[in-house]
């Protein structure tokens, strides 16, 4: 049954009403391009109440996935890896990360959306619940010497290896990444394990990377 609406509004309006078999009724409410479904029937209380169970659910995820602290952190983690490598340095965050580097931006902005990003996206779908509480720190390097002059200035490393390491006593990756991504997704997995399993074993750890 189709009823005019035109005392509402000077644009055509129409009701739709379908009475369901398990006697819900339904009205669907076409007005200026915009649709809403209101339910009347023996459910009908007890919806609302599941909506805002809902949605009780989701605000706690967002505060355990995205610490209120969190972006002040990245600002200060921002500020101290810009101090760190220079005006010159291409930065972004993204997520829980802060990424720099000296390679070209084109091949910066690739990395960081399509190796770091998409790689932490599929871990925490696949394999993590929980996320870091503190920025981690990409170092992505366009050379061997540059990333070994780095390893050495900033975190007295030497005799690392030449592909790339995480640094987990300073929430910090640092990688040569002219030899690829697929250390830098291996150390990833390191870093992002460790609010789910943060005593893991060894074995444990390099099997799952």
Known sequence: ???????RSPSP??????????KDLAL???????????SFGPGAAARPRC????????????????????????RAAEQTMRAQLGRNAHLRSTEVFVCG???????????????????AKALWKQYF???????LRVYLFGDPLTY?????????????????????DQQALI?????????????????LMEPDFPNAPTWFSEGLA
């Open 28 to 38: 669907r409410v076409r007005h200026s391009g915009h649709f809403q479904s209101r």
């Open 175 to 191: 990688m040569d990444i002219s030899t690829g991504a697929g250390t830098l997704v291996h150390e990833l997995v390191h870093a």
């Open 1 to 7: 049954m189709i009823i005019p609406l035109s005392q």
């Open 13 to 22: 309006s129409v009701i739709r009403a379908t009475r369901k078999p398990t």
């Open 101 to 119: 580097g000296n390679v070209s931006k084109q091949e910066f902005d690739a990395i960081v959306d399509g190796t770091v990003a998409a790689a």
């Open 51 to 74: 909506l805002v169970a809902l949605a009780l659910l989701s605000a706690l995820w967002l505060a355990e996935a995205t610490p209120a602290e969190l972006p002040a952190a990245l």
């Open 148 to 168: 070994r002059f780095y390893a050495r200035t900033l975190f007295g490393d030497t005799g690392v290896s030449r592909f790339g390491y995480y640094r987990p």
């Open 129 to 135: 619940d929980k996320r870091p509480t503190e920025p």
